[in-house]
Nanobody, 120 residues
């Protein structure tokens, strides 16, 4: 069974930092991974992606403040969030594009979300 388990969310002061992690298991190979977020009343949006080679892409709203990274050997992905802004609070989800078995089809797997909240 493929599982993506995010962690690291919480309550942070505006301007503060936190680090999200996503642990993938039960998957034979992973191509790209990514972080998405969804705020109340809004659609889920892309935050950042990273390929197995380490190429990254970011949403314009988080460039320079967020950093995505990945430990391919451990099937882990991270999102360093700095300078938290009022528009950042949301449920953050991790995604992996991969194959459950070495001969399987490429699919997208999602984890449960982790909540990021800014303290008022």
């Amino acid at each position: 069974q493929v599982q993506l388990v995010p962690s690291g969310g919480g309550l942070v002061q505006a301007g503060g930092s936190l680090r999200l992690s996503c642990a993938a298991s039960g998957i034979a190979s992973i191509n790209a991974m990514g972080w998405y977020r969804q705020a109340p009343g809004k659609q889920r949006e892309l935050v950042a992606t990273i390929t197995s080679a380490g190429s990254t892409k970011y949403a314009d709203s988080v460039k320079g403040r967020f950093a995505i990274s990945r430990d391919v050997a451990k099937n882990m992905m991270y999102l360093q969030i700095d300078s938290l802004e009022p528009e950042d609070p949301a449920v953050y989800y991790c995604d992996a594009q991969g194959r459950k078995t070495w001969s399987g089809t490429l699919e997208s797997y999602w984890g449960q979300g982790t909540q990021v909240t800014v303290a008022s």
